[in-house]
């Protein structure tokens, strides 16, 4: 069992920064493969960026250049870290983990999600 819990979203004006956190609880953590997915309003789910437990990292095209994700183990802690952020990255951001730890086609669990909102 993996219990995750998202934190760090909320409001912030374009061309801004926020970092996500993501707590993870119930497994190893350092044999999972970690994720960030995010649901723009009417819009599908899509990942933003993921890291496998050999921290091997994938990213959107779209903010290849200005997100990071990293992990710490002694923590249990993922992070998403977002920098010029626009309008267009306003979405519901979800953190996963899969067991499997290269990073899957999709994720086993995911976290009640956080919200964040990019004004112009």
């Known amino acids: 069992q993996v219990q995750l819990v998202e934190s760090g979203g909320g409001l912030v004006q374009a061309g801004g920064s926020l970092r996500l956190s993501c707590v993870a609880s119930?497994?190893?953590?350092?044999?999972?493969?970690m994720g960030w997915y995010r649901q723009p309003p009417g819009k599908e789910r899509e990942l933003v960026a993921a890291?496998?437990?050999?921290?091997?990292?994938k990213y959107a095209d779209s903010v290849k250049a200005r997100f990071t994700i990293s992990r710490d183990s002694a923590k249990n802690t993922a992070y998403l870290q977002m920098n010029s952020l626009t309008p267009e990255d306003t979405a519901v951001y979800y953190c996963?983990?899969?067991?499997?730890?290269?990073?899957?086609?999709?994720?086993?669990?995911w976290g009640q999600g956080t919200q964040v909102t990019v004004s112009p």
């Open positions: 996963t983990a899969d067991r499997r730890g290269y990073i899957p086609l999709s994720f086993t669990y």
């Open positions: 119930g497994s190893t953590f350092s044999s999972n493969a």
């Open positions: 890291i496998s437990s050999g921290g091997r990292t």
